[in-house]
Nanobody, 123 residues
């Protein structure tokens, strides 16, 4: 599966963004999906994950409250809504797909990665 993330940009602190990740192929619903982010000079970190049906969501502890992951299997798309953006949210946001696992916080379990979309939050 090929993944294409979009929706990033420059936003002021306190603003919101909705990131999208479009997947190719007919088997999108068979993939566990996740969002990660990587800030300049830092390691890639988990943001959120969502089950294949969309019925269960997972969030890294530090991401709970301002981030919402969702998916539309009919559109082969996973979303990440981010509210109350802070300068420390500045990062490249990546979507990822896992064929067999459900470990939203384990980069090694992801089989496919999108190229990422840059989010820059100004203070």
């Amino acid at each position: 599966v090929q993944l294409q993330a979009s929706g990033g940009g420059l936003v002021q602190a306190g603003g919101s963004l909705r990131l999208s990740c479009a997947a190719s192929g007919r088997t999108f619903s068979s993939y566990f999906m996740a969002w990660f982010r990587q800030a300049p000079g830092k390691e890639r970190e988990s943001v959120a994950g969502i089950s294949r049906s969309g019925g269960t969501t997972y969030y890294a502890d530090s991401m709970k409250g301002r981030f919402t992951i969702s998916r539309d299997n009919a559109k082969n798309t996973v979303y990440l809504q981010v509210n109350g953006l802070k300068p420390e949210d500045t990062a490249v946001y990546y979507c990822a797909a896992s064929r067999f696992g459900s470990d939203y916080d384990d980069v090694s379990r992801m089989n496919y990665w999108g190229k990422g979309t840059l989010v820059t939050v100004s203070s």
